[in-house]
């Protein structure tokens, strides 16, 4: 299989992230590891900068995807915005030194105490589901003797083509406001005082491999903007979500950042509207693998098992969506491939990384990478079966750092009592 990528590479068999072998950082970290390139994140950040320089914009990369705060700080260095879901995450973006000026804040759910932190952190938009929230918004912000800067998500009503766990975008959803009762719910909120009914905005779903859907849904937001600027709303933004895919198998071909954006910026032209992207996966997820060293190999009655140190609660996404994550031998053998699973060790028959899948003939002791792992891998990790979670190591040309410990023992009981 040949691998291509902008940050990882075979150089004399062994695979290394940008200038690092990753069998060092596997020897000195321990597995399972999380690794991330900060080139490969950087470069995804710079290609969607890049396309719209001269554009007024902001790119606020979805924090959900990977929100560790060194690579928040990298993003917040390199220019970013964040677009958060939580209290907890506007949190991280303050201790990572991002700016709350540049925060946008969606979710259908979010609480009291979650919009007042927000409020008071002064961050740039809410992104507004309901009418309940919208009340609640104009309540909290009464209170606090300030203005919030609004928009409302609405539900264009097109198929993202995605998983249907990570489709978001049409009728049936939770998410958004109906497209046909848009217009009279801006015009009832903006009757409140302290909201700035400014911006629309939509997120269809996420990996999503072709870019009709999106630039669908951009028409249908500019043409509500449109309208509503002639009924008297002060649109200024236009968000447009996140939601591009990425190759999770080789032979995928992905959207390229740099085109898609140009597309959305040539139609977004003239418009007098500032544009906001909420990019997660096609930033975060091609900068990350996960480590893992295999601890058995058992022959079952039906098939091979390659039993490995990382498992469901590591990396959610196999289980969860039967996503498909390519895995490579860090050393490469020539002892040929082997078609068989590969498990972890959690108690469940749904603990597996990849199934029925052509692998690397490995044996006990051999490390593995988990390709894409980047993007929902850590976020998704839970201390099943009282596991650990693992390390987070950060790669920069050829220096690397921990930027957060392996758990121990005492940390799965942190805040508990008998
Ligand atoms: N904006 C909003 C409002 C979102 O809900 C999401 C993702 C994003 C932006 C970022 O989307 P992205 O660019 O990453 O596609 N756990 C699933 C993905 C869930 C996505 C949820 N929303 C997975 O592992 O595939």
């Known amino acids: 299989m040949l691998l291509s990528s902008d940050a990882y590479s075979y150089r004399s068999g062994v695979l290394y992230c940008e200038e690092v072998p990753l069998d060092e950082i596997a020897r000195r970290a321990g597995t399972p590891c999380y690794v991330y390139s900060s080139r490969a994140v950087l470069n995804r950040f710079r290609a969607y900068k890049g396309a719209l320089e001269g554009f007024p914009h902001l790119v606020s990369y979805a924090v959900k995807a990977n929100s560790n705060l060194a690579l928040l700080r990298l993003l917040a260095e390199a220019g970013a915005g964040f677009d958060i879901v939580s209290g907890g995450e506007l949190f991280r973006v303050i201790q990572a030194g991002g700016d709350p000026s540049r925060v946008v804040f969606s979710g259908v759910g979010k609480t009291p105490a979650e919009i007042e932190y927000a409020l008071k952190s002064s961050i740039y938009a809410f992104h507004c589901e309901s009418e309940g929230e919208l009340g609640l918004i104009e309540a909290l912000s009464a209170r606090l003797g300030v203005r919030a800067r609004v928009a409302l998500r609405v539900n264009p009503d097109v198929d993202a083509g995605a998983h249907p766990y990570i489709s978001t975008g049409m009728r049936e959803h939770k998410f958004g406001i109906e497209m046909a009762e848009a217009e009279s719910l801006y015009r009832r909120a903006q009757k409140l005082p302290h909201l700035s009914l400014e911006g629309v905005s939509c997120h269809i779903g996420s990996q999503i491999l072709e870019v009709e859907p999106l630039l669908e849904a951009l028409d249908r937001l500019l043409e509500l903007a449109r309208?509503?600027?002639?009924?008297?709303?002060?649109?200024?933004?236009?968000?447009?979500?996140?939601?591009?895919?990425?190759?999770y198998r080789l032979s995928d071909a992905a959207p390229n950042i740099a085109e898609f954006v140009k597309q959305v910026r040539r139609r977004m032209e003239g418009q007098d509207l500032f544009l906001i992207l909420e990019p997660g996966r096609s930033i975060v997820g091609e900068a990350g693998v996960l480590l893992t060293t295999v601890l058995y190999r058992k022959p079952g009655a039906t098939r091979e098992f390659i039993i490995v140190d990382a498992a469901m609660n590591d990396l959610l996404r196999p289980s969860l969506y039967q996503s498909h994550h390519e895995i490579f031998a860090v050393r490469q053998s020539l002892r040929g491939t082997v078609r068989a699973d590969v498990v972890g060790p959690v108690c469940e028959s749904g603990d597996f990384l990849a199934l029925d899948r052509e692998m690397p003939n490995a044996l006990p002791g051999d490390v593995l990478a988990v390709w894409t792992a980047g993007a929902y891998g850590f976020v998704l990790a839970s201390n099943y079966n009282s596991r650990p979670r693992p390390p987070e190591v950060l790669v920069e040309a050829d220096r690397w750092r921990i930027v957060r410990a392996r758990e121990t023992y005492e940390d799965l009981i942190r805040g508990e009592s008998v």
Request: proline letters at 10%.
């Open 227 to 247: 309208r509503l600027r002639q009924a008297g709303l002060p649109i200024r933004h236009l968000d447009l979500g996140g939601g591009l895919g990425i190759p």
